[in-house]
């Protein structure tokens, strides 16, 4: 069982704040890149935030400067951290684990 848990989605105002987490139960967490990704309504699921065993990190242009990826290895947890929210971030977020396994997503709301 490898299927990632996300959390800490919800409804929030634009120009808020919100914090995700995902959890993963696979061995040698610290070997696999994590990601974010995102879906809204009519659009293709895109990366959001990405981080690399090593640390590295990348991530949209849209959510640059404002959204913050990290990771706990120790806790098998990544997380993403999201501030100064639009209504255009509203979307489905979902934790990738080694670019091959995915999370059922958490639901974010922003509203205007």
């Known amino acids: 069982q490898v299927q990632p848990v996300e959390s800490g989605g919800g409804l929030v105002q634009a120009g808020g704040s919100l914090r995700l987490s995902c959890a993963a139960s696979?061995?040698?967490?610290?070997?696999?890149?994590m990601g974010w990704y995102r879906q809204a309504p009519g659009k293709q699921r895109e990366l959001v935030a990405a981080?690399?065993?090593?640390?590295?990190?990348n991530y949209a242009d849209s959510v640059k400067g404002r959204f913050a990826i990290s990771r706990d290895n120790a806790k098998n947890t990544v997380y993403l951290q999201m501030n100064s929210l639009k209504p255009e971030d509203t979307a489905v977020y979902y934790c990738?684990?080694?670019?091959?396994?995915w999370g059922k997503g958490t639901l974010v709301t922003v509203s205007s």
């Open positions: 981080i690399t065993s090593g640390g590295s990190t």
């Open positions: 990738n684990l080694g670019y091959s396994y």
């Open positions: 696979v061995s040698m967490f610290s070997y696999h890149a």
